[in-house]
């Protein structure tokens, strides 16, 4: 199996996932998570029509952005961030998807050379190692990020407790898209986007109402630990 043809795989996948859900699949866009994969695998999955990655850690983004900077790839960043690192994800990322906390959001909104789509990250688990704004908080915070200037908030991203049974992050995605109708009850400007599904549950997120997926391993290959 060629990279090429893991994609046109996976969006036969989603495009069957969606039908499945009477959803359209023009509402439904896939990352490709290159995060530890070479700037030519990139390359490669950009010349089989895949124009979205994802990145998990702002340095390999910076460097990679650079060494493919005659590509207009579209780079989502989806890995926890420091926000002494802002600049770095800000500089070059049209989507900031992992924003849990005012003081991030304000370090991008400084950083950012044009306006900057964001999405909030929700400890939708509330799991205590995990990165996120526990959902008690994320009203205010999204009120909060919502008025920042330089930042256009479009959603919410999730990354569900790990279970080897995909089914078992259902009721997370399934949560995700109640929180986001609780909160364009609040919001003066609708949210739309739910990143939601990796590799294995991908489908799932989609029956739920996912609006990104974020594909790595399915795509890629396996990462090297
Ligand atoms: C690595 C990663 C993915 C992709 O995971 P796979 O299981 O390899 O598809 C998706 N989202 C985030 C936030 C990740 O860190």
């Known amino acids: 199996m060629t ?57 390999e983004l910076a460097l990679k952005a650079e060494e493919l900077k005659d590509l207009p790839i579209e780079w989502h960043f989806i890995g926890h961030l420091q926000k002494n690192k802002a600049k770095l994800v800000a500089k070059v990322a049209a989507c900031m998807e992992t924003i849990d906390s005012i003081t991030l959001a304000e370090a991008i909104s400084r950083k950012a050379p044009n306006p900057i789509d964001c999405l909030i990250e929700v400890n939708i688990g509330s799991e205590e190692k995990k990165s996120g704004i526990a959902s008690s908080g994320l009203e205010a915070l999204a009120s909060r990020v919502a008025g920042l200037p330089n930042i256009n ?6 990354i569900p407790p790990y279970d080897p049974d995909p089914e078992k992050s259902r009721p997370y995605f399934r949560k995700l898209k109640e929180l986001l109708g609780e909160l364009n009850k609040e919001l003066p400007l609708p949210l739309k986007e739910l990143s939601m599904g990796m590799s294995e549950d991908f489908e799932i997120a989609l029956e739920e109402g996912a609006t990104i997926v974020r594909v790595g391993t399915a795509i890629f290959g396996e990462r090297a630990q």
Do not use: C, P, T, W
């Open 3 to 59: 990279l090429a043809d893991n994609i046109r795989s996976i969006r036969g996948r989603i495009d069957a996932a969606a039908r499945r859900a009477g959803r359209s699949s023009d509402e439904i866009r896939l990352i490709a998570v290159s995060k530890m994969k070479s700037a030519a695998m990139i390359r490669e999955a950009f010349a089989a029509g895949q124009h979205l990655f994802g990145e998990n850690y702002a340095q």
């Open 153 to 158: 908030l479009r959603g919410l991203m999730i």
